[in-house]
Antibody, heavy 112, light 108 residues
Framework: EVQLVESGGGLVQPGGSLRVSCAASGFTFSKYWMHWVRQAPGKGLVWLSRISGDGSNTTYADSVKGRFTISRDNAKNTVYLQMNSLRAEDTAVYYC?????WGQGTLVTVSS | SYELTQPPSVSVSPGQTARITCSGDALPKKYAFWYQQKSGQAPVLVIYEDNERPSGIPERFSGSSSGTMATLTISGAQVEDEADYYCYSTDSSGNLWVFGGGTKLTVL
């Protein structure tokens, strides 16, 4: 059974940093692209970033390029999203996904 | 940046056919995917690669694509189909993925 479990969310001050993680199981992790998607309260889904199976290829949405970094550790079956220079508008539930599977999400709140 | 455009809302009576559209310039060459999201839950894939239905998704869900528009059709919509629906696809380069703004389907 495929499982994706996000963690690392929480409250962070504007301008701060946070790293969220997604632990995967139930499939050969290194063979798949992994994506991060977020959803602000009451708003729609927004694609953020993706990383290739071997970690050599990454792409980002314009809204986070230069502030967020996606990475993965295939030995730990985990994908990460490092978020820097956080703003109030980054407040959202952050999901990792390997279509068609999604995690339950982790809430990041940016507030002073 | 690339955009996918959906109507904000669609409303039908139970048993009627609901159609939700998604327009984007790259859709003639890129597949559309459709996700259903019910309140407080993670999204669920209901259509992939324009018109394929994952196992476990009811047959009343179907998809099509023509030109710059993809369409999700729910034939005989049921009350339990009330949800937000999002189309999902890539730009022409295949590198940037994007969701449509979402469509709230009301069945009552």
């Amino acid at each position: 059974e495929v499982q994706l479990v996000e963690s690392g969310g929480g409250l962070v001050q504007p301008g701060g940093s946070l790293r969220v993680s997604c632990a995967a199981s139930g499939f050969t992790f290194s063979k798949y692209w992994m994506h991060w998607v977020r959803q602000a309260p009451g708003k729609g889904l927004v694609w953020l970033s993706r990383i290739s199976g071997d970690g050599s290829n990454t792409t980002y949405a314009d809204s986070v390029k230069g502030r967020f970094t996606i990475s993965r550790d295939n030995a730990k079956n985990t994908v990460y999203l490092q978020m820097n220079s956080l703003r109030a508008e980054d407040t959202a539930v952050y999901y990792c996904t390997r279509a068609p599977f999604w995690g339950q999400g982790t809430l990041v709140t940016v507030s002073s | 940046s690339y955009e996918l455009t959906q109507p904000p809302s669609v409303s039908v009576s139970p048993g009627q056919t609901a159609r939700i559209t998604c327009s984007g310039d790259a859709l003639p060459k890129k597949y559309a995917f459709w996700y259903q999201q019910k309140s407080g839950q993670a999204p669920v894939l209901v259509i992939y690669e324009d018109n394929e239905r994952p196992s476990g998704i009811p047959e009343r869900f179907s998809g099509s694509s023509s030109g710059t528009m993809a369409t999700l059709t729910i034939s005989g919509a049921q009350v339990e189909d009330e949800a937000d629906y999002y189309c999902y696809s890539t730009d022409s380069s295949g590198n940037l993925w994007v969701f449509g703004g979402g469509t709230k389907l009301t069945v009552l």
